[in-house]
């Protein structure tokens, strides 16, 4: 059965966000190659030998995978969509939210809402938006 997995483009830093985001949510990165390593030496794009070009990270049968843009074509930066997590108590939230938000910016602070006993809304150091939850939601 298919599964809807993300897939992150970062511009020069994805190797960092990839190590934050395994440490921030007790996830294992499985892989992380960069352009430089790719077999074909005709898939490095110049100056982009040390950018990845692919990295999976999962976290309970959860998939996030993520790349580097090449040298000369980085993105605008993320926007148009979040990443959500949720977590079955409001301390395991607050405490990967203050994780989150150090280096970001607080879009909504984390707290109780109709729909969930804890909820709010980050932008992280790398750009990602993030709704993070938790205790009973609807």
């Given at each position: 059965m298919p599964l809807f997995d993300a897939y992150l483009f970062f511009n020069g830093n994805c190797a960092?966000?990839?190590?934050?985001?395994?440490?921030?949510?007790?996830?294992?990165?499985?892989m992380m190659m960069t352009y430089g390593q790719a077999p074909d030496p005709q898939q490095c794009p110049a100056g982009s030998s040390d950018r990845i070009m692919h990295a999976h990270l999962t976290l309970q049968g959860s998939t996030l995978m993520a790349s580097d843009t090449p040298k000369g074509q980085e993105n605008a930066g993320m926007s148009g969509f979040g990443l959500s997590m949720?977590?079955?108590?409001?301390?395991?939230a607050k405490g990967v939210f203050d994780a989150l938000a150090d280096g970001g910016k607080v879009m909504m602070p984390l707290g109780k809402t109709f729909w969930s006993e804890s909820f709010g809304m980050l932008t992280d150091r790398y750009g990602v938006n993030w709704m993070i939850a938790g205790g009973a939601s609807m």
């Open positions: 960092d966000a990839m190590r934050f985001y395994e440490r921030t949510f007790g996830a294992k990165v499985d949720n977590y079955p108590t409001v301390d395991e």
